[in-house]
Nanobody
Framework: QVQLVESGGGLVQPGGSLTLSCVATGGTSNDYSIGWFRQTPGKEREGIACISSHDGATYYAPSVRGRFTLSRDYAKNTAHLQMDGLKSEDSAAYFC?????????????????WGQGIQVVVSS
């Protein structure tokens, strides 16, 4: 059973950068894909980025494409979400999740294991 812990959240000014990390324990990197999601109160969880289990293929939501970069350190079972050009509308609770090794998806139902989430606030 894969367990996930996010880190790196916090307060950042508009236009700034932040890197979120997701450390996975209880599995090996080739066993699962990783997705990043975000959610604000009263809204549905939004899938923003995902990365495959073995070849590093990625897919991004239009809302973050070109600003966010998702990568994996397979040796350390860690995924990093580099967020640049942050906007106030990027403020949310961010979650990482582990899913099946085959395929890429931004749909929450694709994923079976979730981290607790971490807060990102973009404000001046």
């Amino acid at each position: 059973q894969v367990q996930l812990v996010e880190s790196g959240g916090g307060l950042v000014q508009p236009g700034g950068s932040l890197t979120l990390s997701c450390v996975a324990t209880g599995g090996t990197s080739n066993d699962y894909s990783i997705g990043w999601f975000r959610q604000t109160p009263g809204k549905e969880r939004e899938g923003i980025a995902c990365i495959s289990s073995h070849d590093g293929a990625t897919y991004y939501a239009p809302s973050v494409r070109g600003r966010f970069t998702l990568s994996r350190d397979y040796a350390k079972n860690t995924a990093h979400l580099q967020m640049d050009g942050l906007k106030s509308e990027d403020s949310a609770a961010y979650f990482c999740a582990a899913g099946p090794p085959m395929g890429l998806s931004l749909r929450p139902h694709f994923y079976t294991n979730w981290g607790q989430g971490i807060q990102v606030v973009v404000s001046s």
